[in-house]
């Protein structure tokens, strides 16, 4: 369930990408990339020093947000290899293969964890990111449950158990339980669908819709749609309000109310 969880914040994390900072490197050399600094670069000549000094301005993706989520992705690929003699299933190999996967694609970026960062690991929380960032939510909450069931463990001889104490979110398993029921159901009516009307639709979870054209910033994300081609032709959205309550007197509930009906009727 947690390394689930896991990937599907990393999912959410793709597709609205990576926190990132901009760092900027300065290096004398001759064979150099960049731009010149042409001041220095002369005070290096005064200074009997050939090599033009260059700036460049580098990608750096080895923050504590990102090394959090590379430390629990190792823990949970430790705790897959110590339980894989007692877990013969193809699910299980699967489960583990995408979260090594992950873990690659992080160190590939030159994402890097280690116990030497436990402090920040500890210290930041989603409130540190910015606003824009809190799609990183499910996979920072899943990362700090791993990190906290397992710092108890750390030094004890043998191997290590990880305790998790973590809630079943019941939202993300109906909406897994959901696509699973869409998918089934879309191949039994293509089934009988002889004339290949419905060759090119496609259940889509958790897909970025917007429903004004040129409006890029205006966007929902339903639990489910079915696409033919890039065209949204249905919309299946879940929520959940208390007894009584109506959602429809609720601005922004009934602006997505209407943005799903311009959508689907325009």
């Known amino acids: ?18 926190i990132r900072d901009l760092v900027i490197r300065r290096i004398n050399s001759l064979d150099g990339r960049g731009d010149i600094d042409v001041e220095q670069t002369l005070l290096n000549h005064a200074r009997g020093t050939i090599e033009p000094h260059w700036i460049r301005n580098e990608t750096e993706y080895d923050n504590a947000a990102n090394s959090l989520l590379h430390y629990a992705g190792k823990t949970l690929l430790r705790l897959f290899r110590q339980k894989s003699s007692e877990n013969d299933h193809p699910a299980y190999d699967r489960i583990f293969s995408e979260v090594h996967r992950e873990v690659e694609r992080l160190e590939s970026m030159g994402v890097d964890s280690g ?3 436990m402090d920040e690991y500890r210290e930041i929380s989603l409130h540190d990111l910015p606003k824009q960032r809190r799609y990183y939510q499910k996979a920072f ?23 998790v104490d973590y809630v079943l979110n019941m939202e993300s398993l109906f909406e897994q339980y959901s696509q699973v029921v ?9 089934s009988y669908d002889h004339l290949g009307d419905l060759d090119d639709v ?13 409006e890029g910033q205006i966007y929902h994300e339903p639990d489910h749609a079915l696409q033919e081609g ?7 959205d879940s929520k959940y309000y208390a007894e009584g309550h109506d959602p429809v007197k609720e601005s922004p509930s009934r602006s997505r109310l209407f943005s799903y009906a311009y959508l689907l009727h325009t």
Do not use: C, H, W
Request: hydrophobic fraction near 35%; aromatic fraction near 6%.
């Open 202 to 214: 496609t259940p889509v979870r958790s897909p970025s819709v917007k429903p004004f054209e040129g």
């Open 1 to 18: 369930v947690l390394a689930i969880n896991y990937l599907d914040g990393l999912e959410r994390i793709q597709r609205n990408g990576y």
């Open 230 to 236: 890039d065209e949204t032709i249905a919309v299946l």
């Open 115 to 117: 116990l030497d960062r």
């Open 141 to 163: 909450d899943v990362s700090k449950a791993v990190m906290s069931s397992s710092l108890g463990q750390q030094l004890r001889d043998g191997p290590r158990e990880l305790v």
């Open 182 to 190: 869409i998918e089934r159901e879309l191949n039994y009516i293509k």
